[in-house]
């Protein structure tokens, strides 16, 4: 069965210190994966996903087949990153999202 | 372009009541996904709709049901209401076959069961 996993339910980074957000995923297929964010009173929006291999707001995240991983990493925080992030991912056969449990992320000024 | 709505934003039910919540999907998506968020968890898929029929269900009871309607706008409904059943609902629009898997949700919609 498929499973997200972020093992970090919190995560504290002072401002211009690198930040990476852990996800791991189990599932024999191949999966599309994707990194959504929640900032303080908005809805869930994406941030970026696997296949488009872009940067968005500084933040990347490589898709490990070998370590069935998707971590997401931005080089130098700012105060306007802290969120919640959740990992998530689609099954090649179908169109529903697995998410993980997600990681609260602050940015200390 | 209208962005995905939901109704109401808070709702308080006793518990064994029945409930309706309501979803309008971005202009131009076809595909509706519902969600349920208990604190502290990510969103667990309920059940999808795509014109009209539904698409897919998660691991949900029979008491979770829904509707789409031609314009694909949405609905869920559960039925004898338990405690467990307090949650975000999310609501999420996408366009199948647009070659995009990108979803787009609405805000919620609190749901507390007393």
């Known amino acids: 069965a498929q499973r997200v996993t972020q093992p970090e339910k919190l995560l504290s980074v002072f401002k211009g210190a690198p930040v990476e957000l852990k996800c791991n995923y189990s599932y024999s297929g191949s999966p599309e994966l994707f990194w959504y964010v929640q900032y303080s009173r908005q809805r869930l929006q994406l941030l970026l996903r696997?296949?488009s291999r872009e940067s968005i707001k500084g933040f990347t995240a490589d898709l490990n087949k070998g370590e069935t991983s998707f971590h997401l990493k931005k080089p130098f925080a700012q105060e306007e990153d802290s969120a919640m992030y959740y990992c998530a991912l689609i099954k090649d056969t179908g169109n529903q999202f697995y998410f993980g449990t997600g990681t609260s992320l602050t940015v200390i000024p | 372009e209208t962005g995905v709505t939901q109704s109401p934003t808070h709702l308080i039910k006793t518990r064994g009541q029945q409930v309706t919540l309501r979803c309008s999907s971005q202009s131009g998506h076809n595909t509706v996904s519902w969600y349920q968020q208990a604190l502290g968890q990510g969103p667990q898929f309920i059940f999808q709709?795509?014109?009209?029929?539904?698409?897919g269900r998660g691991n949900f009871p029979p008491r979770f049901s829904g509707l789409q309607f031609p314009n694909y706008s949405s609905e869920l409904n559960v039925n004898a209401l338990e405690l467990d059943d307090s949650a975000l609902y999310l609501c999420a629009s996408s366009l199948a076959g647009g070659g995009s898997r990108e979803a787009f949700f609405g805000q919620g919609t609190r749901l507390t069961v007393v």
């Open positions: 709709y795509y014109r009209e029929e539904e698409n």
């Open positions: 696997h296949i």
